[in-house]
């Protein structure tokens, strides 16, 4: 409550009015990672994003399968590209499009901003981060551009809206990132070669890039323009993208970051909606994990620490 009062009364445009222009503006580009299944809205992007007229080069990081020619440079995965983290899906999409633009001569001169195949950032959010950021990394906060058919990810959304307004604008500003989201993330090039997005996880590469950033480096809060977004369109979209966030927030505490028991129970009741032992997405959630830890294919559960798995669900026990 304390942080979203907070939230409520600050004023970004003052913060950003602050921050001095640069005397030699910033070499941003957009990278948008799709998976194609989504290629109407990626050319609704890269359009929107040429409307601006901001002179950014555009770039879509695509599967091999992919036959669809985007109206921007596009970065294809190879069928046999393999990460020696064993990094699978998106991160292993994202690791090539890393490796890619530095072999292409992309470094410390260009910012980097991402977007995944299904959200937008405004004018401003992207001249702010050409004439004025100076550290390494950032993000602004988000908001719904439209509701998804599956009523509880979208109601689930708007909860993930409040607490990015909360834990994202306080903690950024700080240097102490919370919550990181995938859209808007922006990335000095040379950092992410540095740090690159070969974590070997399930899911939630943002969380970690802006963890590490902060380690060694400086993640800001971005206070200019917004990040938009649209939900998952059905449940199973839902439970997985709730799930990556919730397993790397334990994993991050297991391995030594500033996470709190609390904090990572005020996580699960964002996944869970309430405290009910009843309700149906939590059972859903602890069904999904479950299945996970015991199921999957994924080289990650056989791991002798993977028993971490459990004290997400120990902490649902709790409540």
């Given amino acids: 409550m304390y942080l979203m009062i907070i939230s409520l009364f600050g004023n970004d445009i003052r913060e950003a ?9 910033n070499n941003v580009i957009v990278v948008i990672t799709t998976n194609g299944m989504a290629t109407d809205v990626v050319e609704k992007i890269i359009s929107n994003i040429k409307g601006y007229e901001l002179g950014l080069e555009i770039f879509v990081i695509k599967e091999h399968r992919d036959t669809f020619s985007y109206s921007c440079r596009e970065i294809t995965v190879p069928k046999d590209y393999v990460c020696p983290n064993g990094s699978r899906n998106k991160m292993r999409a994202m690791q090539y499009g890393n490796e890619w633009l530095r072999t292409e001569g992309y470094g410390r001169e260009t910012y980097i901003c991402h977007l995944d195949d299904d959200s937008m950032v405004d004018k401003p959010y992207l001249e702010y981060v050409i004439n004025h950021m100076t550290v390494e990394g950032g993000q602004g906060c988000i908001r719904l551009r439209e509701f ?3 009523l509880f990810s979208s109601l689930s959304d708007i909860v993930r809206i409040a607490n990015c307004e909360a834990w994202c604008r306080h903690y950024n500003k700080g240097n102490r990132p919370q919550f990181v989201h995938g859209e808007g993330i922006v990335v000095r090039a040379d950092v ?17 890039m802006g963890l590490e950033i902060s380690k060694k480096y400086t993640f800001c809060h971005i206070p200019a ?6 939900p998952p369109h059905h449940g199973q979209g839902f439970l997985q993208t709730e799930a990556q966030v919730v397993l790397v927030h334990i994993q991050e505490r297991r391995e030594g970051s500033e996470a709190e028991p609390a904090h990572l129970s005020l996580l699960y009741l964002h996944v869970h909606g309430g405290r009910d032992r009843a309700d149906r997405p939590g059972i859903a959630l602890d069904l999904y994990l479950d299945g996970y830890l015991h199921h999957t294919s994924d080289p990650a559960r056989n791991h002798p620490e993977h028993n971490w798995i459990h004290q997400l669900l120990s902490v649902r026990g709790a409540l």
């Fill in 225 to 230: 323009g917004n990040i938009y977004i649209a």
């Fill in 148 to 150: 998804g058919r599956h």
């Fill in 17 to 25: 009015e602050k921050d001095p222009m640069l005397e030699k503006p």
């Fill in 192 to 208: 992410e070669q540095e740090i690159g997005w070969d974590y070997g996880t399930y899911g939630a590469e943002d969380l970690i």
